[in-house]
């Protein structure tokens, strides 16, 4: 004879397997947060020790030629620029050509900023007696410039305008190698419209 509905629902029924499972891990999960909590003493955590670094590892140093009072290597923090540098190194000599140095450029570890005398005659090896402006600059000044061909410098004048060189890099108008090699070449003095 069938059951019917209502004697299947006095029946005592077992609890399932997964439920008993569940109902051990949630009291376990519970002890353990009961003695982490309670614990005490210098051994509580996870403790941190912060080190720093051996004197000049991770130092940006620039080395500093030319007309400044005192020539030579200078530790630079990061975010400084070419300007406090040169007051780092001395400051400019009053015959200082400063049309040949950008400023404003921040500078990188290994940096080498010359800075030329004014009227010094030709070109020294290394030294541009004015910085190329990227938004007056005609093809053959770019084409002069190292690792920029005439594609590149078409590249370049199609870019413009430009607030500053590091655009060239942020628009991808040159490859960070190329720009690396022309930075301290460069300006973009003209400010945009």
């Known amino acids: 004879m069938p059951t ?7 029946r005592p029924s077992r609890p399932r397997a997964a439920t008993v499972a569940n109902g051990v891990l949630l009291v376990l999960a519970l002890v353990a947060f009961a003695l982490l909590a309670t614990r005490s003493g210098p051994d509580a955590g996870v403790e941190v020790e912060r080190r720093h670094p051996p004197p000049g590892i991770d130092e940006i140093r620039v080395d500093v030629r030319g007309a400044v009072g005192a020539p030579g290597v200078v530790i630079a923090a990061p ?6 540098i040169l007051a ?9 050509d400063l049309r040949a140095v950008n400023l404003a450029l921040r500078v990188r570890d290994q940096d080498v900023i010359d800075v030329p ?4 005659g030709g070109p020294r090896q290394g030294v541009a007696h004015a910085l190329i402006d990227l938004n007056t600059a005609t093809q053959d000044d770019l084409e002069a410039l190292p690792g920029i061909g005439p594609v590149r410098a078409r590249a370049i004048i199609d ?3 430009f607030v500053t060189s590091e655009e060239l ?6 490859p ?8 301290l070449l460069v300006n973009a003095s003209v400010a945009a419209p």
């Open 169 to 174: 890099l942020e628009r991808h108008v040159i």
């Open 176 to 183: 960070a190698g190329v720009y690396d090699d022309i930075r």
């Open 159 to 161: 870019a413009r305008p």
């Open 117 to 120: 005398l004014a009227g010094a």
């Open 4 to 10: 019917e509905p209502s004697e299947r629902l006095r």
């Open 79 to 84: 975010g400084d620029r070419v300007g406090d």
């Open 88 to 96: 780092r190194a001395g400051g400019v000599l009053a015959e200082a």
